[in-house]
């Protein structure tokens, strides 16, 4: 059968067992048929496989080389940033911000309030990107 499957010297495999059974012909025809066949798949899978992977290999290299590249320029951002920020910390006075005033230092508004005896009675900062009331809700009105 591997001679014949091999299609080495099967013509004279084939006409021993031809001399004896002479439909033997339609056993060897379609075992070359099919075999054949399926060798040639496997041989193409086998070749597309390695293909694929050498294709994908080269892929991954790139990906890694751009994901590199994309994260360090993340990092310089970030640490752009972080920068601007510190700059930023640095060039308030200490009366702007909470955090760096003196533990005795009060604001001048609360001071003041304080020394009236009562509480601020200013409205709450409303901050400018919040919605109006009216468009909190999606709901129809009717009038």
């Not at 031809?18 to 798949?41: H, Q």
């Not at 510190?86 to 909470?98: G, M, Q, V």
Request: negative net charge.
């Amino acid at each position: 059968m591997f001679t014949v499957l091999t299609v080495e010297n099967w013509p004279q495999v084939a006409e021993d067992v031809m001399a004896k059974e002479p439909m033997a012909w339609v056993f060897f025809a379609t075992f070359i048929v099919i075999t054949a066949f399926f060798v040639l798949n496997l041989l193409i899978g086998v070749i597309v496989s390695a293909m694929e992977a050498e294709v994908n290999a080269a892929r991954w290299e790139e990906d890694q080389a751009l994901e590199l590249e994309q994260h360090t320029a993340v990092m310089n951002e970030i640490r752009a940033l972080n920068e601007k920020i510190d700059r930023l910390a640095a060039a308030l006075p200490a009366s702007a911000d909470p955090a760096r005033a003196a533990p005795g230092d009060a604001p001048q508004a609360a001071s003041a309030d304080a020394a009236r005896g009562g509480l601020a009675t200013e409205p709450e900062a409303v901050d400018p990107g919040d919605p109006p009331e009216e468009e909190l809700c999606s709901c129809r009105r009717d009038p």
